[in-house]
C-alpha cells in the first residue's frame, strides 16, 4: 500500500504559481531533459570518477529507471537512497522521478537503526544501498532486518561484484539494462518526487514530503537569485552530502532547474574541497561554516591562489561575523547567509556586502523573497496564526513555492507544524526589522531552561563567535542537580590557546550580555563533530558532558 502524502497547501494557490510562472509546472525528470536536448555535451557533473556529460548521464539514469521498473518499482513508491555524494546518487534520483516513484534519500552515515526507522515509517519498498561505509555493511544490516521491514522488497547493493551480499540485487546490474524501451511516466508537478529528511536532533529524524514544483520551482527561485544576470548555469560545489535537505538543492535545483555542473566529494575534507575550488573553478560553494573554517585554517597553514567563485553559500549552523569577512577577504566572493530548513523556510543574504553582525539582535537572514517562501512572524504556540508587531520576536512561520505537501507519516506533526490555510510553523524564533528584513534569534526548543530561566543558545553562540581566541563554537545544555540545566561551550581555538571561562564571560560582559546567560562549563576540542549531513552535532557534544573527558569547568 501507498503512503498518502497529501498537500496541506490550498490547491488554487499551489496552482497560482504554476500559472504565473513561478513554478515551471514540470517534473524534474522533464526538466533535466530540455536541458539535455539543448546542450547534449554540457558537463551534468563531476565527482572522483571524473567528468559525466548531460547524454552519458542520461543514458545511465534511464538504464536505472528501466532496471526498477522490472523490479516492480511503480509510480508512488517510496525508495531510499543511501549513498555517497557521486554519478550514482544523482543517477538514483533522477530515475526515481522519471518513474514518478519518491526518493528518500539520507547520508551514508546514518546508523542502521536510524535507517531502518526511515524505511519503516515511509514504507519504501526498495533501498539503494552501498556495501560497505567505514567498516558498517550497510547492505548486509538492512537484509538482516527483513522481519522489522516487511514493505521493504529490495535491497540494491552499489559496490564491487564480490561484496554485493546474496538476496540483494547489484546497483551494476540494473545500470546494464536497455534504455530504449523506457517510457518516462510524466508524473504531476505538484506530487511528491523526494522526501527530506531533517538533521536529527529530533528522537527520531523528521520525514518531509515535497513535490516536483516545490524543488525545481521554489528552491529553484532560491538559487536563481544568485545567478548574476547574464550569468552562465551554475557550477556548484556541494561540500554538504546531496542527501541532506541542503544537498537537495543538487540535482533537483542546479541540474534539473537551471542546467549546470555538479561538482561533488564523496567524503568532505579542507584539501578536498580546496583542490576541486582550485581545480573545477566553481561559480558557488555551498556548504556549512564549519566546513568553510575549516578550509581557512588550512590556507593560513598552506595559502595559495585560488578562483573567486560568484558565493560561497552557507547554511546549516550559526555564521558569524567575523568568519564571513574573513572568508569574503580570502575566497574573494560574497559570503551568503543562508537561513532554511527541510520544514520548508528559506532566506538568505544575497550576493550583498552587508555584513551578517549588521547591528540588531541574532543573526542577519536577509530579505524574504515570495518566490521561494512568504515568512512573517507570529505568536508562538498560538491556535491560529497571529502576527507579531514589526520588531517583536516570535515564531518564524513560511508558506510559498518551496513549502513541502506535508510530514510523512506523521499527522501529529501535521497537526503540530502546520496551520489549516498551509504556513509552517519552524519552531524558531525571529523578528521582521522595519525594513524587513528578517533577524533570526535562535530555536523554541533548544531554549536551555537554568533555573526556570530561558537562555537561547544561539544567541550566546553569536557573541561568543566575535572572541579573538575562538574559531568555532556552540553551545549546548547539560543536565544539571541544581539549576536543572546550565550552558556549556564548545570550542575550538582560533590559534591553538583556547580561552578561559572566566576570559569568555568578560567578552560577554562587554558585549552586553547577562550574566545568567554565560555559559559554566567549558569543553575545548580540536574540532567540532559533525552529523551525517556537515551540521556541528549537538547530541555528541552533550554526550561529551556526560563522561569523564578532559574539560575545564
Known sequence: MTLPLNDLLPAQLRRSWAADGTCPDLDLYSLYRSHQIADAHRTALIDAKGKLCYTALDRKVRS????????????????????????????????????????????????VREA???????????????????GCHLADCLLALEDELPGLRTVIAAGPPDTVPEGSVPLSRLLRTDPTAFRPARPDPDTAVRILVSSGSEAEPKMIAYSHNALAGGRGNFLA????????????????????????????????????????????????ALDAIARHEPTHVLGVPTMIRMMLDRLAEAPRTLPSPTALVLGGSVLDAATAEEARQVFGCPVVNLYGSADGVNCHTGLTEQPVGAE??????????????????????????????????????ARGPMTPLCYVGAPELDSRYRTTDGWVRTGDLGLLDKDGTLRVVGRLKDIVIRGGANVSPAEVEVELASHPLIRDVVCVGVPDPLMGERLAA???????????LEELGAHLDGRGLERRKHPERLLVLDALPLTPAGKPDGAALRERFATPVPQTA
Open 225 to 272: 537569485s544568485l545567478i548574476p544576470e547574464g550569468g552562465r548555469p551554475p557550477r556548484c560545489l556541494f561540500l554538504v552530502p546531496l542527501a541532506s535537505a541542503f544537498g537537495s538543492n543538487g540535482t533537483a535545483v542546479a541540474l534539473a532547474r537551471h542546467g549546470g555542473t555538479l561538482v561533488l566529494l564523496d567524503h568532505f575534507t579542507p584539501e578536498a
Open 64 to 111: 536505472l529507471a528501466a532496471g526498477l521498473a522490472e523490479l516492480g518499482i511503480r509510480p508512488g513508491d517510496v525508495v531510499g537512497v543511501q549513498l555517497p555524494a557521486g554519478r550514482n546518487a544523482v543517477i538514483a534520483d533522477l530515475a526515481l522521478a522519471a518513474l514518478g516513484a519518491v526518493a528518500l534519500p539520507f547520508p551514508v552515515g546514518r546508523g
Open 360 to 397: 540588531g539582535p541574532g543573526v542577519l537572514a536577509g530579505h524574504p523573497d515570495p518566490r521561494v517562501a512568504d515568512i512573517r512572524i507570529a505568536v508562538p504556540d498560538a491556535p491560529a496564526l497571529e502576527e507579531v508587531p514589526a520588531g517583536v520576536v516570535g515564531e518564524i512561520v
Open 490 to 500: 564548545c570550542v575550538v581555538p582560533r590559534d591553538g590557546r583556547a580561552p578561559t
Open 116 to 134: 531502518a526507522s526511515l524505511l519503516r515509517r515511509s514504507q519504501a519498498v526498495a533501498v539503494i544501498t552501498v556495501t560497505e561505509h567505514r
